[in-house]
């Protein structure tokens, strides 16, 4: 039988998996409606966008800002991981401890990636500019939830802590920055879609 936490975390996964939902279908939207031939494969593009194009050859934001780059992978897997882990220990408990107690080197290392950005929007001028205040609280909760990684199971009601603090972040996810998370494919895979549809992805290899 689930406990009150566990009851609370399913009711908040439920309830950012609808809320996403709804907002993707909405932001999906339809558009105008495409008469051109097309000229290309759609499947064929979406792959290329989520591989090739996202290399530091075709993508400048990562060939100037490798270290920004690499901090923010190394967080978001451990976020990740961390999120999937919670979600484990509510169906399978057991492989979810296993999970757990793998993760806690993966999420001191993510912790300090994720507190390498946050320093950096604070000190960067030009991040300053464009940063609203969601910008650094999407950073502090993910900090949170990898902290809580790290020390997992070194008390006995730290489960009870890192289940809750999961469920409020699954509550938040629809609500902010963080739905980022499932947008960014989203719109990537979309997009690869459009420009395959019309032939300009993969792109000729006179123009790579």
């Known amino acids: ?29 339809g558009g105008r ?7 290309g494969s759609p499947i064929r593009a979406t792959l290329y966008n989520f591989t090739v194009a996202m290399t530091p050859a075709h993508k400048e934001s990562i060939r100037l800002h490798p270290m920004k780059f690499a901090a923010g992978v190394v ?9 999937l882990g919670a979600m484990l220990l509510l169906v399978w408990p057991a ?21 390498y950005l946050l320093v950096r929007r604070f000190t960067d001028a030009n991040l300053k500019v464009v940063s609203a205040a969601d910008d650094y609280l ?36 629809p609500l902010g920055k963080l739905r980022h998370a499932v947008f960014f494919f989203v719109a990537r895979g979309d997009y690869g879609r459009r420009l395959g549809y019309r032939g300009v992805y993969p792109p000729a290899a006179s123009m790579e």
């Open 1 to 29: 039988m689930l406990t009150a936490v566990e009851v609370f975390v399913a009711l908040s996964i439920l309830w950012a998996a609808v809320s996403l939902l709804v907002q993707v279908v909405a932001a999906w939207g």
């Open 95 to 115: 492989a979810g401890l296993e999970i757990m107690s793998l993760l806690r080197p993966l999420a001191a290392i993510a912790l300090l990636a994720g507190l």
């Open 75 to 83: 967080m978001h897997s451990g976020a990740l991981i961390a999120l």
């Open 33 to 39: 409606k495409d008469y051109s031939r097309p000229a």
């Open 138 to 173: 999407a950073i502090l909760a993910t900090c949170g939830l990898l902290l809580l990684a790290c020390v997992y199971r070194i008390d006995a009601d730290n489960q009870t802590v890192f289940l809750i603090y999961t469920g409020g972040l699954f509550i938040y996810l």
